[in-house]
């Protein structure tokens, strides 16, 4: 006699659903994650004064000099999500809303904006005072738009007599540099020089400095993560919100 232990159909489909549930339920716990590693290149500028600009120019009884600052690449985690439907098997965890959130190492440039210190030494008895100068800065030929805010303090600079002070001045976006190498002035118009005893305005002069910069590329490691995740309505309203304000042209 065959005493082979034969269960019932409707036994057997009982235990397959079982284990298809407790499986549904352990791979949903956490974020259903995929990722993806490659290298993404970025330009990263380097800027060197000319040779026949003088980087410290002394006027009247004013000294400045200039110098640019420093440029580094890094990586940044853009992230972007969209309501996507549901599995048709999966255990709610974490909050109503099935999003589909894609995590990407976005390459980018610190600072993101043309930068220069200066560093400015008040040999006359008076004060010297940054109020009415005008500041510009011409990339590649073309005078560019900046915000006053980039170089307020140097307008409001207050430097006593035979006394020096450092100032960094902010100029356009790293995306002005639009060719692969250039040339970048930066002018410094009506600079008070001299002063008489009573503090009146003798002389005003300009400064201008040029630079050479090369945009040289950057190889970094990034990863691009895809996931599926349940989100509170408070969660995904918070994420669109980053989404938005996120950087519509990195730096590159």
């Known amino acids: ?12 489909l009982a235990i397959m ?13 956490g974020p259903q994650a ?9 330009q990263v500028p380097v800027i060197i004064p000319q040779a026949e600009t003088r980087e410290s120019q002394e006027k009247g009884g004013v ?16 992230v972007s999500i969209r309501q ?16 589909e959130r894609v995590i990407t190492a976005t390459p980018c440039v610190q600072p993101d904006h043309l930068r220069f210190v200066l560093t400015i030494n008040n040999k006359m008895p008076r004060v010297l005072r940054g109020a009415g100068t005008i500041v510009q800065f011409n990339v590649g030929g073309r005078l560019q738009a900046v915000d006053q805010s980039g170089y307020n303090n140097f307008l409001g600079a207050v430097i006593p ?5 450092q100032i960094e001045i902010v100029g356009p976006r790293l995306d002005a540099l639009s060719a692969a190498q250039g040339i970048i002035g930066v002018f410094l118009y009506d600079v008070v020089t001299n002063q008489n005893e009573a503090g009146v305005v003798t002389e ?24 599926h995740v349940y989100l509170s309505a408070y969660e ?17």
């Open 236 to 252: 995904y309203q918070n994420l669109l919100i980053q989404q938005a304000m996120q950087p519509a042209h990195p730096a590159r």
């Open 63 to 78: 000294e400045i000099s200039i110098a640019p600052v420093s440029y580094t690449a890094s990586l940044r985690e853009d």
């Open 161 to 165: 007599p035979r006394q020096e002070q």
């Open 17 to 29: 659903f079982g284990a298809l549930l407790i499986t549904t339920v352990v791979g949903c716990e």
């Open 34 to 42: 995929a990722s993806r590693s490659a290298l993404v290149t970025t």
């Open 204 to 227: 005003k002069q300009n400064f201008e400095w040029y630079f050479d910069y090369t945009l040289e590329p950057r190889e970094l490691s990034g990863e691009r993560r895809t996931e």
């Open 84 to 99: 996507v439907p549901p599995p048709p098997i999966v255990w709610k965890k974490g909050g109503d809303i099935y999003v």
């Open 1 to 12: 006699m065959n005493h082979t232990c034969r269960r019932s159909v409707p036994a057997t």
